[in-house]
Each structure stands twice: as C-alpha cells, then as structure tokens.
C-alpha cells in the first residue's frame, strides 16, 4: 500500500506517495529522475548505487525507501554548488578518472565521504574505503589518482 513519504534530497524536501518497501535506487531514478544514481548488481555487491545519507556512503538498491526518510540524502546531483564542481568531481575530471562511467557517481560520493573524514587520506585509508566499490572497466589506477589529488586540492585550502 502506498503511503506518503517526505525525503530531504540533496538540500530539498521531496514529498511522494510509494509503495515504502521499494528501493531508495528505483524512487531516486523513476520518480524523481535522479538517474545519476546507478543500478548496478541490484545485490548490494558492486557499490554503483552508492548514495550518501547523513554524510555516510550507503548502498540502497536493496534496501526500502523508509529507511531514508528523515535522514540527509546526497545524491551526484547535488554535488557541485551551481556551476562549480565538487573538488572530487573536478579531481576525477582532470585524471580522466573514467571510461564508461557507470560507476563513477558511487565512487565519487564514496571518495567525498572519505575525504569529510580524512581530508588527507593515506594510500591504506584510500583502499580500505574504497574496497567494494566496484570498477567494471578496471580504471582503479586513475580512481585511486583522483582521489589522492581530490585530498591535495582539499588540504591545500583548508
Ligand atoms: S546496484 Fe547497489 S550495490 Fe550494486
Ligand atoms: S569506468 Fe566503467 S565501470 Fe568504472
């Protein structure tokens, strides 16, 4: 049965009538058009749903949309501020951090989330977070680059 839920994404409350048991990922990307947001194993296994809900990387392809209510979601979409992209953002862009894409928004949420943390992250605290977010094209060398150079950029003006 549906029922009315108020979500607060990325700086907006989104109110919606649904079914509270489907996925945070089908309500983001079909009734709000967040596609940024990608469906990848469907099994909580590969990471490229990622979101970040109250500041942490959560993965909710299986997970019910009422468990996200009254709690801060970010989505890729509300990253950038405007026309000024996230230091992350900017890091993957001048790496070429790249090839298809797909998994690319769940790694940069992840890496934002590392970085809120440790804004200078070691080479373990970069592998450790980001273990299980998976790459299906194997770009990890120039992730693991981009994210090094988003912890730089974000030291440096501190
Ligand atoms: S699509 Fe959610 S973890 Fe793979
Ligand atoms: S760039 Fe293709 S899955 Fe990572």
New binding site residues.
């Given amino acids: 049965m549906d029922v009315t839920l108020k979500l607060k994404i990325n700086g907006s409350v989104r109110t919606l009538e649904t079914n509270p048991e489907r996925p945070l990922l089908d309500v983001l990307r079909e009734d709000l058009q967040l596609t940024g947001t990608k469906?990848?194993?469907?099994?909580?296994?590969?990471?490229?749903?990622t979101v970040l809900i109250d500041g942490r990387p959560v993965?909710f392809?299986r997970l019910p949309v009422s468990r996200a209510e009254n709690k801060e979601i970010v989505t890729i979409e509300g990253l950038a501020k405007g026309d000024v992209l996230h230091p992350v953002q900017e890091a993957f862009l001048q790496e070429g951090a790249m090839q298809c894409g797909y998994c690319v928004p769940g790694m940069i949420l992840t890496a934002t989330s590392l970085l809120e943390k440790h804004p200078n992250p070691t080479e373990d605290q970069i592998t450790e977070w980001m273990n299980g977010n998976l790459c299906r094209c194997c770009g990890y060398p120039k992730i693991m680059a981009a994210v090094r150079r988003a912890g730089e950029v974000k030291t440096s003006i501190r």
């Fill in positions: 469906y990848g194993c469907g099994e909580g296994q590969c990471r490229a749903c993965t392809c």
